[in-house]
């Protein structure tokens, strides 16, 4: 306790002081910057409960790597609640059995702590709610609203917002409520907690001006002060677009072993991944999921035919992908919570070592990683299932890893790097991925940028209208935040990950490179493997979203709308038949 420091230690002394008040329940939301020791904080909190009160704290997060972070576990493991791979599922309510084992379970817990509350949705803090009282009973109890257990909130909501749903702090519909709810009724619980805010930054405490362009982006601000010292950070590529992929990875070797590459999508992930394996001296190794598919025998064909299209939509699988490439050396990620106690969570990233086969030599039973603290772990197969369509289903038996030289920025948020590659530019998508990426990195000297685009520097103005409320209500000494409206230069890409481009050499008025736009434009493949003008034509045709909506909207020739459905999804084209229908409007017209 004597390490926490003023802001850490009001926090901790207003949470001991409910927890021995009986007659009281805490409900209070921590907030504060990405470095503040929120994860220190909540450790020496689940201490005192533990050698004071004797009892015990349930620590959860939504993400598998943020809840190792807390020595917790995943929200829908703590909670047993329902999981889709799609779509947000409906609540439903546990077995006599289950209840029962939870019941024993969390009976001796005194305190709830969710951490990463940013990625938590309105739905599943509905869900944690009507869990809770499920458990403890108290659905028809005055101010029932979490079993009556003190729960204790922490997160930043101008960091990464949960996926395709909304924030806690938004008032859940008629619509979602009855969607997902199966009932009309709801309740604004988010209004329940009380507020408290970290101010003091302890993760860039050594690099001053490294915290103050952190706290201005993460409110959406950006200054030209700022704009240059990022600049003076990126990698300088001497190389043509086609050999900047090379050079990365040149580049990315030479750093610590432990460095990682964050990136805003999985395209630039494939990529990187892909090029970084091409590196590794030694034979590839494929690891071919078994799937065993649940449906009548004249199905099967066409559902194998599903599976292979699906092989670029992991978000349709589970998360788990039907071919993983690796070699001896290659860097993975788990994808899978094996082992919490063990520290073998999503995200946790190891280098595979050996890999061991069947007796016949066959089939690969085993794969061991050492981890980043050198423990030597033995991985096989999981089972998983999903669905492919109503009712018919796939069991997957697969490896939970991938290769892990580039991740999403979504996997990041929650831990902390000494040495980081990022490209932060236009493949920037949503509100607060800039700050979530830069957060992560404790000097500007571990910082190695790809690329900076100021005008992805986003905040989400619904979450900066919810703190200058809390902090009106229960803070009214901080001051109201500030967000500019004002659009930041923006700055092009120094395109890396391109197979196939086009050069334009339209220039926008600046003598910097980034001022060259590099196209990206995707291959087209005829049926017969063999290329023509009309290939050509239509891959930069089809680049523009424009042509290709009017050819889907207006419906001028099946041929065509059949390219451009072929063009989206990456698929083999019968470009003889785009080219017979031209042939004939032409004949027509003359």
């Known amino acids: 306790m004597s390490r926490l420091n003023e802001d850490q230690k009001r926090v901790f002394d207003r949470v001991c002081e409910v927890l021995q008040n009986k007659n009281q329940i805490l409900r209070l939301y921590v907030s504060g910057e990405g470095g503040t020791g929120k994860s220190f904080l909540i450790e020496t909190i689940k201490h005192w409960i533990e050698i004071n009160l ?5 620590t959860s ?3 598998g790597i943020a809840a190792c972070n807390i020595n917790g576990l995943t929200i829908h493991r703590t909670f047993q609640l329902p999981v889709t791979h799609e ?8 077995s006599d059995m289950i209840l029962k084992t939870l019941r024993e379970k969390l009976k001796n817990v005194e305190l709830f702590i969710i951490d990463e509350v940013s990625m938590i949705s309105n739905v599943t803090m509905m869900f944690i709610n009507l869990r809770l009282c499920e458990i403890f009973d108290t659905t028809d109890t005055d101010d029932g609203f979490f079993g009556r257990k003190h729960i204790l909130l ?6 990464l917002p949960p996926v395709k749903e909304q924030f806690s702090s938004v008032i859940m519909s008629r619509p979602e409520i009855q969607k997902y709810l199966s009932t009309m009724g709801g309740s604004d619980l988010w209004r329940l907690f009380e507020y408290d805010e970290l101010l003091i930054n302890m993760r860039q405490r050594c690099d001053n001006t490294y915290r103050e362009i952190l706290s201005r982006i993460r409110i959406g601000l950006v200054t030209d002060s700022d704009i240059n ?3 003076s950070r990126k990698i300088n590529f001497k190389g043509s677009c086609g050999e900047r992929l090379n050079e990365l990875c040149t580049y990315m070797n030479q750093l610590p072993v432990d460095t990682i590459c964050l990136l805003p999508t999985c395209y630039l992930c494939t990529t990187l991944n892909t090029a970084m394996l091409d590196k590794i001296n030694g034979d590839e190794i494929l690891l071919i999921a078994e799937d065993d598919v649940d449906c009548a025998p004249a199905m099967k064909k066409k559902v194998h035919k599903i599976l292979k299209d699906k092989d670029e939509k992991v978000s349709e ?4 992908e039907r071919v993983i490439a690796l070699k001896i050396g290659a860097k993975m990620m788990i994808q899978r919570n094996i082992d919490i106690t063990l520290g073998l969570v999503n995200g946790i990233i190891g280098i595979v070592i050996a890999i061991h086969r069947s007796v016949d030599g066959n089939r690969i039973d085993s794969v061991t990683i050492v981890t980043s603290d050198n423990k030597q772990v033995i991985i096989t197969r999981v089972d998983i299932k999903f669905e492919v369509f109503h009712k018919i289903v796939v069991h997957r038996k697969q490896f939970p890893f991938s290769l892990s030289y580039g991740i999403i920025v979504h996997k990041s948020q929650g831990i902390t790097c000494k040495n980081a590659m990022m490209d932060l530019g236009t493949s920037v998508f949503t509100d607060g991925q800039v700050y979530v990426g830069l957060s992560r990195v404790s000097t500007l000297e571990g910082l190695h940028l790809i690329n900076f685009n100021p005008a992805s520097v986003t905040a989400n103005s619904g979450a900066i209208a919810e703190y200058n409320r809390l902090r009106s209500v229960f803070k009214s000494q901080l001051p109201q935040i500030n967000s500019s409206e004002k659009k930041a230069v923006k700055i092009y890409d120094c395109r890396w990950a391109i197979p196939h481009i086009i050069d334009d050499v339209q220039n926008y008025g600046c003598a910097e490179p980034e001022s060259i736009v590099t196209w990206k434009i995707y291959g087209f493949c005829n049926d017969d493997r063999v290329s023509c003008y009309a290939n050509v034509t239509l891959q930069c045709a089809f680049r523009c979203v424009r042509i290709r909506q009017q050819i889907l909207k207006n419906r001028v020739s099946n041929a065509l709308t059949d390219a451009v459905c072929a063009y989206a999804e990456r698929k083999y084209c019968n470009i003889l038949a785009v080219r017979r229908s031209v042939e004939e409007r032409f004949e027509e017209r003359t």
């Open 87 to 94: 779509s947000m599922a409906k609540y439903t309510h546990l």
């Open 61 to 63: 997060a939504p993400t």
């Open 154 to 159: 922490f997160g930043d909501l101008l960091q």
């Open 317 to 320: 699988t589970a998360g788990i």
């Open 229 to 231: 010292v990022l600049q």
């Open 54 to 58: 004797k009892k015990v704290t349930a």
